[in-house]
Nanobody
Framework: QMQLVESGGGLVQAGDSLRLSCAAS????????MGWFRQAPGKEREFVAA????????YYADSVKGRFTIARDNAKNTVYLQMNSLKPEDTAVYYC???????????????????WGQGTQVTVSS
């Protein structure tokens, strides 16, 4: 089993920034591609960003492209989501997820991921 623990959420104003962290344990972190998803009240959980095992490639949802940055530190078993220019529509619970992979692939679909964190709340006021 891999355990994922998110942190860094909070209440901010529109235009502010936040950095989410997701600490992994229990498995070899560098063997897993990572992703961030979010779920707003009454909506489906949606893809936000993903990164390959090595961190060499990233991919973003159109709604966050240019504002959010995903990164990982394999030495610290941690993946990050830097969120800039936050908007009220970014309000959601943010989840990190891990996908075991044998290649340097990007995964964007929820069913592809093996492990999930418990989520951290991000609220952006207007």
């Amino acid at each position: 089993q891999m355990q994922l623990v998110e942190s860094g959420g909070g209440l901010v104003q529109a235009g502010d920034s936040l950095r989410l962290s997701c600490a992994a344990s229990g498995r070899t972190f560098s063997s897993y591609a990572m992703g961030w998803f979010r779920q707003a009240p009454g909506k489906e959980r949606e893809f936000v960003a993903a990164i390959t095992k090595s961190g060499g490639s990233t991919y973003y949802a159109d709604s966050v492209k240019g504002r959010f940055t995903i990164a990982r530190d394999n030495a610290k078993n941690t993946v990050y989501l830097q969120m800039n220019s936050l908007k009220p529509e970014d309000t959601a619970v943010y989840y990190c997820a891990a996908k075991y992979g044998v290649s340097q692939a990007i995964y964007t679909r929820r069913p592809e991921y093996n492990y999930w964190g418990q989520g951290t709340q991000v609220t952006v006021s207007s």
